[in-house]
């Protein structure tokens, strides 16, 4: 069974430092994707970033990152120079093939609470 | 802009009063679903369809219906809803491996 791990409950940074959010997961399957969203206090998902299994370059978007490491099966996403709206719930999830994952789902971890101070 | 669209935000009904959530996308993806989040269960999905006329049950598909008569509309519809059907809801959707979430809907069944 596929499997998304977030061990960080909750985590704080203080504004303009970067910050790490780890996420670790299980498969089998050798073809996979693997996502971040954010979700603040108003409630929706927000896509951020995205990598695929295959992908030979850690996935950048902006102040966001992701550091892939398929061996260690880690997909841990960076965030530089946080900012006070990056203060929110942030999910990681994993999904595998098109047409061979059921429901083509997307498995999520528990996610992380991040709180910026200033 | 590419957006999903969910409709309504925040909706308020009794046992047993049929309800529809509607669910648009503009960016003409085959595939589409619908989740669930409820705190310390997380995102479950209830339904999926990869196509027009094309659904099926995800992981919680009990209480819900789903229709698929055009690509873009993926409606979400509790014939009799409970209380154990209070969440937050999300349609989704994707034409390759990215997958962007509408607004979501807060469910409150009295």
């Known amino acids: 069974a596929q499997k998304i791990t977030q061990t960080q409950p909750g985590m704080f940074v203080q504004e303009k430092e970067a910050v790490t959010l780890d996420c670790t997961y299980d498969t089998s399957d050798p073809s996979y994707g693997l996502f971040w969203y954010k979700q603040p206090s108003s409630g929706e998902m927000i896509f951020l970033i995205y990598q695929g299994s295959y992908d030979q370059q850690n996935a950048t978007e902006g102040r966001y990152s992701l550091n892939f490491q398929k061996a260690r099966k880690s997909a841990n996403l960076v965030i530089s120079a946080s900012q006070l709206g990056d203060s929110a719930m942030y999910f990681c999830a994993m999904r595998g093939p098109y047409l061979r994952w059921p429901g083509y789902a997307l498995n999520f971890g528990k996610g992380t609470s991040l709180l910026v101070t200033p | 802009e590419a957006q999903v669209t969910q409709n309504p935000r925040y909706l308020i009904t009794v046992t047993g009063k049929k309800l529809t959530v509607t669910c648009s996308q503009n960016?003409?993806?085959?595939?589409m679903s619908w989740y669930r989040q409820d705190p310390g269960l997380g995102l479950r999905q209830i339904y999926y369809?990869?196509?027009?006329?094309?659904?099926d049950k995800g992981d919680v598909p009990e209480g819900y219906k789903v229709s698929r008569k055009e690509k873009r509309n993926f409606p979400l519809i509790l014939e009799s809803p409970s209380p154990n059907q209070t969440s937050l809801y999300f349609c989704a959707s994707s034409s390759d491996e990215k997958l962007f979430f509408g607004s979501g809907t807060q469910l409150s069944v009295l």
């Open positions: 369809s990869m196509n027009v006329e094309v659904t």
């Open positions: 960016m003409n993806h085959e595939y």
